[in-house]
């Protein structure tokens, strides 16, 4: 049998001895505890006061407000996650229009650059990324060399609905009146009217009368 160093290490121990360290435990942990409460909550005020015409509802995470601009009518669905960071010291930007909704547990990233226009939705489980790490190189061994980080905007267009578990991988631009179905991940550009779906994201149709893509169901058109 095991023994932590809480744990007396005799078989005889008073059954209720784990019960007083777990008690102790906690009571030192309180402190530390309530350091750590109290600078989220004021780093989480920073933020949100660097965007006072949003609308949050609870447990949204917001760093790098500085770089983040909305317009009218924005909301922030519970525990949505938008980070702007630093990329060899190069800030990105998240910039959004007016009428924009990103949906509960929805990230994200602008370290290369997110421009969101007006009157877009953004389902659950939603995540747009303008940065992803590079495969590690074949020659590489070197367990503490940095990952490489590549950077490439990505531009949502006006009037456009993301389904839940959607995801946009950078350098994507997706096209006004379109949709993007849900769990389709967008490798390339979409179309404007199009639906797209599927794994990679394949046009469906055309909500504006144009005909849709043959059955070979070939790879997005770019424009």
């Not at 609308?55 to 525990?79: M, P």
Request: hydrophobic share 45%; glycine share 10%; charged share 20%.
């Amino acid at each position: 049998m095991a023994f932590t160093d809480a744990w007396p290490k005799h078989s005889y121990a008073p059954l209720g001895y784990a019960k007083d360290v777990l008690v102790t435990e906690q009571l030192r942990a309180i402190p530390g505890a309530l350091r750590r409460i109290i600078a989220d909550a004021i780093n989480d005020e920073i933020e949100r006061r660097r965007l006072p015409g949003v609308h949050y509802a609870t447990g949204v995470i917001v760093r790098g407000a500085r770089y983040i601009t909305a317009g009218k009518n924005v909301f922030f669905d519970h525990r949505a996650y938008l980070q702007v960071n630093n990329v060899d010291g190069k800030p990105g930007f998240i910039k959004m229009g007016d009428n924009v909704e990103i949906g509960p547990y929805s990230a994200i990233w602008g370290g290369g650059g997110v421009t969101i226009g007006s009157d877009v939705h953004l389902g659950c489980h939603v995540h747009i990324t303008s940065m992803e790490g590079e495969q590690v190189p074949a020659s590489n061994f070197d367990v503490n060399k940095p990952l490489e980080i590549a950077r490439a905007p990505v531009v949502i267009e006006n009037h456009v609905l993301i389904c839940s578990n959607a995801v946009i991988v950078p350098g994507v631009r997706v096209g006004h009146h379109s949709m993007v179905a849900a769990g389709a991940v967008v490798t390339q550009d979409v179309p404007p009217y199009a639906l797209v779906a599927g794994v990679p994201a394949r046009v469906i149709r055309y909500n504006n009368g144009v005909a849709s893509f043959p059955p070979s169901n070939e790879l997005l058109a770019k424009e």
